[in-house]
C-alpha cells in the first residue's frame, strides 16, 4: 500500500516538474497583441441588430409581446420601434415595454460600435445620442384605430426624455 502510494505521489512530481517554467499563454512572443481601441466608422450589420433583439423577446420576461418590428433611417438618423402587444396590457407596461426595446437596440448596436455608451437607467444610450426614435406601442387586436395606441411618442436624438404612455380622455 505504501509503494502505491509512493509512486503516486513520485508521479504526480514528476508530471508537474516537466511543465514549461515559462508561460506563454498571456503573453505570446512574436505574436501580435489584440487592439483593444474603439473601432472608427462601423459599418453597422442591421441583420445582426435583429437578430439580437429577436433573442431578447425569446425569453418570458415579455408575455405580453405579440411582436415587434423597427426600421432605420440612416438618411434622417432615426428609428421608428413597434411592439403589438395583448389587448390587456395597461398603459405604465407597455411605457416599460417600449423603453426596453429602445435600450436593447442601443445595446446591439454598442455591441458592435464600442465607442457608443450601453444604456442605463437613465439613459437611451450613445447611439441616440446621434439617433432621434419614434416609439410605438400597440394593442395588437386594434392596430388600425390610431386612439387606441398606448405609446405613441418621438424622442430627439440626444434627449433621453422617459417613454410616457398616451393618455387617452
Not at 15 to 42: H, M, R, W, Y
Not at 72 to 101: N, P, S
Not at 149 to 162: C, F, S
Request: with cysteine; net charge negative; hydrophobic share 35%.
Amino acid at each position: 500500500m505504501k509503494r502505491r502510494l509512493f509512486a503516486a505521489a513520485l508521479s504526480c512530481v514528476i508530471i508537474l516538474s516537466a511543465g514549461c517554467t515559462k508561460s506563454n499563454i498571456l503573453n505570446p512572443e512574436g505574436k501580435p497583441q489584440p487592439d483593444f481601441s474603439a473601432a472608427e466608422n462601423v459599418v453597422l450589420d442591421w441583420n445582426q441588430v435583429s437578430d439580437d433583439l429577436t433573442s431578447y423577446y425569446e425569453y418570458d420576461e415579455y408575455p405580453e409581446i405579440v411582436t415587434f418590428n423597427y426600421a432605420h433611417r440612416d438618411e434622417e438618423k432615426m428609428i421608428v420601434a413597434q411592439l403589438f402587444v395583448e389587448d390587456t396590457i395597461d398603459g405604465e407596461t407597455a411605457a416599460r415595454y417600449g423603453a426596453d426595446l429602445i435600450r436593447h437596440i442601443n445595446d446591439s448596436i454598442a455591441i458592435q460600435d464600442n465607442s457608443l455608451a450601453l444604456s442605463d437607467e437613465n439613459s437611451f444610450g450613445g447611439f441616440f445620442d446621434e439617433y432621434g426614435f419614434t416609439i410605438q406601442v400597440i394593442p395588437n387586436e386594434t392596430h388600425k384605430d390610431e386612439s387606441t395606441w398606448l405609446v405613441n411618442m418621438t424622442v430627439p436624438a440626444g434627449e433621453h426624455t422617459p417613454i410616457t404612455p398616451v393618455l387617452n380622455e
